[in-house]
Protein backbone atom coordinates (compact mmCIF):
# COMPACT_ATOMS: atom_id res chain seq x y z
CA UNK A 1 0.00 0.00 0.00
CA UNK A 2 2.73 2.28 1.03
CA UNK A 3 4.55 1.65 -2.14
CA UNK A 4 1.17 1.71 -3.99
CA UNK A 5 0.98 5.52 -2.60
CA UNK A 6 4.52 6.75 -2.97
CA UNK A 7 5.67 7.26 0.72
CA UNK A 8 9.05 7.45 1.52
CA UNK A 9 10.80 4.66 2.92
CA UNK A 10 12.58 6.59 5.90
CA UNK A 11 14.40 3.36 6.57
CA UNK A 12 17.01 3.94 3.33
CA UNK A 13 19.15 6.74 5.03
CA UNK A 14 19.14 8.07 1.08
CA UNK A 15 15.65 8.95 1.63
CA UNK A 16 16.79 11.50 4.57
CA UNK A 17 19.78 12.66 3.00
CA UNK A 18 18.25 15.23 1.13
CA UNK A 19 15.22 16.55 3.50
CA UNK A 20 16.17 19.14 6.14
CA UNK A 21 14.38 19.46 9.45
CA UNK A 22 12.95 22.45 8.04
CA UNK A 23 11.47 20.52 5.21
CA UNK A 24 10.67 17.84 7.42
CA UNK A 25 8.62 20.11 9.74
CA UNK A 26 6.58 22.04 7.48
CA UNK A 27 5.54 18.31 5.52
CA UNK A 28 4.14 17.79 8.66
CA UNK A 29 2.57 20.75 9.01
CA UNK A 30 1.41 20.89 5.71
CA UNK A 31 1.06 17.73 4.04
CA UNK A 32 2.43 17.18 0.78
CA UNK A 33 0.98 15.97 -2.53
CA UNK A 34 -3.01 14.50 -2.73
CA UNK A 35 -2.00 11.71 0.04
CA UNK A 36 -0.42 12.73 3.00
CA UNK A 37 -2.56 15.29 5.61
CA UNK A 38 -1.91 18.29 7.31
CA UNK A 39 -1.13 17.77 11.47
CA UNK A 40 -1.05 21.36 12.28
CA UNK A 41 -4.20 21.90 13.68
CA UNK A 42 -3.46 18.11 15.42
CA UNK A 43 -0.21 18.04 16.57
CA UNK A 44 1.50 20.97 18.97
CA UNK A 45 4.68 22.24 17.53
CA UNK A 46 6.36 20.13 20.41
CA UNK A 47 5.19 16.98 18.96
CA UNK A 48 6.37 17.98 15.45
CA UNK A 49 9.71 18.57 16.77
CA UNK A 50 9.19 15.65 18.69
CA UNK A 51 7.89 13.44 15.38
CA UNK A 52 10.89 14.74 13.17
CA UNK A 53 13.54 13.94 15.74
CA UNK A 54 11.82 10.58 15.80
CA UNK A 55 12.00 10.17 11.93
CA UNK A 56 15.63 11.52 11.74
CA UNK A 57 16.41 7.94 14.48
CA UNK A 58 14.40 5.47 11.32
CA UNK A 59 17.83 5.07 8.67
CA UNK A 60 20.28 5.21 11.55
CA UNK A 61 21.76 1.75 12.82
C1 LIG B 1 2.69 11.97 11.47
C2 LIG B 1 2.66 11.09 10.45
C3 LIG B 1 3.45 11.35 9.17
C4 LIG B 1 4.72 11.84 9.02
C5 LIG B 1 5.72 12.18 10.10
C6 LIG B 1 4.98 11.93 7.59
C7 LIG B 1 6.17 12.41 7.03
C8 LIG B 1 6.40 12.53 5.67
C9 LIG B 1 7.59 13.08 5.06
C10 LIG B 1 8.78 13.64 5.84
C11 LIG B 1 7.46 12.99 3.72
C12 LIG B 1 8.52 13.33 2.65
C13 LIG B 1 8.52 14.74 2.19
C14 LIG B 1 9.50 14.97 1.02
O1 LIG B 1 9.92 14.02 0.34
O2 LIG B 1 9.82 16.14 0.78
C15 LIG B 1 6.16 12.39 3.45
C16 LIG B 1 5.65 12.17 2.20
C17 LIG B 1 4.48 11.51 1.95
N1 LIG B 1 3.54 11.10 2.88
FE1 LIG B 1 3.68 11.32 4.87
N2 LIG B 1 3.87 11.50 6.91
C18 LIG B 1 2.92 11.14 7.84
C19 LIG B 1 1.65 10.68 7.57
C20 LIG B 1 1.17 10.35 6.32
C21 LIG B 1 -0.13 9.78 6.05
C22 LIG B 1 -1.20 9.50 7.12
C23 LIG B 1 -0.20 9.58 4.72
C24 LIG B 1 -1.29 9.00 3.87
C25 LIG B 1 -2.41 8.48 4.34
C26 LIG B 1 1.05 10.02 4.13
C27 LIG B 1 1.38 9.95 2.80
C28 LIG B 1 2.51 10.48 2.22
C29 LIG B 1 2.78 10.46 0.79
C30 LIG B 1 1.90 9.86 -0.29
C31 LIG B 1 4.02 11.12 0.63
C32 LIG B 1 4.73 11.42 -0.70
C33 LIG B 1 4.19 12.75 -1.18
C34 LIG B 1 4.84 13.24 -2.45
O3 LIG B 1 6.06 13.07 -2.64
O4 LIG B 1 4.11 13.82 -3.29
N3 LIG B 1 1.86 10.49 5.13
N4 LIG B 1 5.56 12.12 4.64
Given at each position: MARAMGV??????ATLAGLSDGVLRATVEN????MMPSYKSRLSPAEIAAVVAYIRTLSKH
Open positions: PNFGVPGKGR
